[in-house]
């Protein structure tokens, strides 16, 4: 979602040319990718829930149904917390009617970048390319908005992926949020966008873990709107891509119950703790393929769930999609100021975004559903197995693979 602005005439040329196609290689094809080095629940007869905790609204349906797709029933709030080092985006359960009079909290591509890179950036864009073009509006979400007084909720800690930002998966994340969970998203500035175009990338797959582990005792004793929110007894970890095999690997961390991974890549080399698993896959993934992913999913103890999602890529789990099809993403801009991308990153940037891909919100609904339902289920928070039966793969427009093993 962009806005628009009047447009001023701007130079081609500038010396910070290279930068910006650096930024617009590593901003799409890092955000989604792993590197080598960061490089895949329940009873097995749901019974109906008699009554659920208060922070956990009932839902109509069965297993079979698709009932988490969309929006929950809680309007969502956003704020930001700080570790001592890094930052921590926090998206949250909001009070009813909270919304109202508040326009939705926003995010620009270029916020992800070092300063001096993102102020250098407006004077490199096409002339039909306002600076306004790169900022994505998150759809129903507030920033600061007052809590619901229905918590505390469950704790869902998110790790993005390899060279990526806390905001790039901000409409999935909302959707969890809006279920019922405090979701919780650290910077990983060892392996964040920054770190890549500023060559300071550290390759610490363990520091991941520590971060998420870290954010645990932030969130849950943070004042402000956060204030007696966050249930810190339940908490899930999920992740895209190496954030995925950030989240498989908390696993082994006491405090992680669930952990769901989105092209997760991998899982840390230690052995398999018995807790709830789902990995979530993008089919035609071109940067995490599909044997990998079966290759993680293989190594890990039940309970677990595999959902391989047909025409989905390495991209669709994130914002990205939208701003590939709508024409402003960066290596779409770089191409345009005449920067020729190598075929393979090329290819890697917009996987998942082609126009042959899966509808990038069917996807969402997809990937939304499955972790929503299997959260839910694994926290105990609802045992009637909603959304996760095998019939709730016909409820989709495209071919889904589902397996379970829960014992």
């Not at 080092?85 to 926003?106: C, I, L, S």
């Not at 250098?120 to 096409?126: E, F, G």
């Not at 279920?179 to 919780?184: I, K, L």
């Amino acid at each position: 979602m962009t806005n628009t602005a009047p447009v001023r005439p701007r130079s081609r040329r500038h010396p910070l040319i290279a930068p910006l196609a650096a930024i617009a290689v590593l901003a799409v094809l890092g955000a989604a990718c792993s590197s080598g080095d960061d490089a895949g629940a329940g009873s097995g007869s749901p019974t109906t829930t008699t009554s659920l905790p208060k922070s956990v609204p009932p839902v109509d349906g069965g297993p079979d149904d698709a009932a988490f797709e969309g929006a929950g029933p809680f309007d969502v709030g956003l704020t930001e917390l700080s570790l001592p080092d890094r930052k921590v985006a926090v998206w949250y359960p909001a009070a009813k009617g909270a919304a109202e009079g508040r326009r939705p909290a926003t995010y620009s591509q270029l916020d992800a970048l070092p300063p001096s890179l993102a102020a250098a950036a407006p004077s490199l864009l096409p002339a039909d390319v306002p600076i306004t073009a790169l900022t994505t509006t998150m759809t129903d979400t507030f920033a600061e908005a007052p809590p619901s007084t229905d918590g505390p909720f469950p704790l869902v800690l998110f790790s993005h992926g390899f060279g990526s930002y806390r905001l790039d998966a901000s409409t999935l994340l909302r959707g969890i949020a809006s279920w019922g969970f405090v979701v919780a998203a650290p910077e990983h500035i060892e392996r964040d966008r920054a770190a890549l175009v500023t060559n300071q990338v550290q390759r610490a797959p363990e520091k991941d873990v520590q971060v998420l582990v870290a954010t645990i005792p932030l969130v849950v004793g943070a004042g402000g709107v956060l204030q007696g929110l966050t249930a810190g007894e339940k908490v899930a970890a999920v992740g895209h891509s190496a954030g995925g095999r950030a989240a498989l690997s908390a696993l082994s961390e006491p405090q992680v119950d669930v952990a769901v991974g989105w092209a997760a890549a991998g899982r840390a080399d230690v052995p398999a703790p018995p807790k709830p698993s789902m990995n979530i896959a993008a089919k035609v993934d071109v940067l995490v393929p599909i044997e990998e992913i079966r290759s993680t999913y293989a190594g890990l103890l039940p309970p677990k769930r595999l959902v391989v999602i047909d025409g989905a890529g390495h991209n669709s789990f994130t914002d990205l999609c939208l701003s590939v099809r709508n024409g402003t993403d960066l290596v779409g801009i770089a191409k345009r100021v005449g920067f020729n991308l190598p075929d393979n990153l090329a290819r890697g940037a917009t996987d998942g975004c082609e126009s042959t891909a899966i509808d990038t919100k069917v996807g969402w609904q997809i990937t939304q559903n499955f972790t929503v339902a299997e959260l839910r289920q694994s926290l105990g928070l609802d045992d009637s197995g909603t959304g996760l039966g095998q019939g709730v793969t016909k409820q989709f427009p495209v071919p889904i693979e589902y397996v379970q093993d829960l014992k």
